[in-house]
């Protein structure tokens, strides 16, 4: 009912940037609170930053003041600007959305991953 679709991962060097976005598309009513997750091989997904409706955000302490997350709210898109990427930020990107379709229903929708991946 609601869809998400990633896009901009890539090779990038360390100390590189990459801007990833994030739309979303279907029977939308309301996006409540939108957000970023990373998962690389072997580890948990884990989240990295949100942001409200408002535009109240938080972060994972590891991204702090080198990633930032915003959204266009007519636009129905979340965008998440990350610089001096590091190795260790290479992992699989998924998009969340905390969703209200226009049936009323609510969703937690998540999106397919876009991969990023910072060489040394």
């Known amino acids: 009912q609601v869809q998400l679709v990633e896009s901009g991962g890539g090779l990038v060097q360390a100390g590189g940037s990459l801007r990833l976005s994030c739309a979303a598309s279907?029977?939308?009513?309301?996006?409540?609170?939108m957000g970023w997750y990373r998962q690389a091989p072997g580890s948990q997904r884990e989240l990295v930053a949100r942001?409200?409706?408002?535009?109240?955000?938080n972060y994972a302490d590891s991204v702090k003041g080198r990633f930032t997350i915003s959204r266009d709210n007519a636009k129905n898109t979340v965008y998440l600007q990350m610089n001096s990427l590091k190795p260790e930020d290479t992992a699989v990107y998924y998009c969340n959305a905390d969703a209200v379709t226009t049936m009323l229903h609510t969703l937690d929708a998540w999106g397919q991953g876009t991969l990023v991946t910072v060489s040394s």
């Open positions: 942001i409200t409706s408002g535009g109240s955000t």
């Open positions: 279907g029977r939308i009513f309301r996006l409540n609170a």
